[in-house]
């Protein structure tokens, strides 16, 4: 292989990069919480430093309160069959963007600090709120959810496509729902 033709690999391939990166992650331009509250099961997660445990059933149940937040409650099964959870709260960010919530699960009393809230994004969502992709704009994390314990295949490969297409990197995806 030439040095030019070496070069030209890199410059292609970087190019490519560039292009995945600058694609942009975007939000639904519609979400009804009321519609999305209820409990989701994951069926997959780019690994997550607090699901680190997680090895069975992993759910999300949200709740809209009276002041507009969103109650969150994540469980999951651990490898020795008990279950760990943890609780928090989601709002929408300002400017009001219909598809984007944050959600923070520091206790309340440090809500003032910026860093606590997490970028919540629904990137794609079925019309019937029967499944949901979730993501953030630094593309670290996703998560594919379903209200049942199961999704169909064409289903889940549809939205990993989309996904790459946002530029998130799947090579470390957990599948954790059952795929049919």
Not at 13 to 26: D, K, L, W
Not at 29 to 42: F, I, K, N, Q, V
Not at 99 to 125: E, N, T
Not at 126 to 134: G, I, L, R
């Amino acid at each position: 292989m030439t040095m030019r033709s070496i070069l030209t690999a890199i410059a292609a391939s970087m190019a490519i990069g560039s292009a995945i990166a600058s694609t942009p992650v975007t939000a639904v331009s519609h979400l009804d919480l009321d519609r999305y509250a209820g409990t989701w099961h994951e069926m997959a997660r780019l690994p997550m430093y607090f699901q680190r445990k997680c090895t069975g059933a992993v759910t999300a149940t949200y709740a809209v309160q009276p002041d507009g937040t969103v109650s969150v409650h994540n469980a999951c099964v651990t490898a020795d069959g008990s279950t760990i959870a943890s609780d928090g709260v989601a709002r929408r960010p300002e400017p009001f963007s219909q598809g984007k919530l944050q959600v923070r699960f520091a206790p309340k009393w440090l809500s003032w600090v910026p860093f606590v809230w997490a970028d919540y994004w629904v990137i794609a969502l079925d019309e019937n709120y029967q499944w949901a992709m979730v993501g953030q704009p630094g593309r670290k994390y996703l998560w594919i959810l379903s209200r049942t314990p199961t999704m169909d295949k064409a289903t889940f490969e549809a939205l990993k496509a989309r996904a790459t297409a946002m530029g998130y990197d799947l090579s470390a995806l957990v599948v954790s729902g059952k795929i049919e």
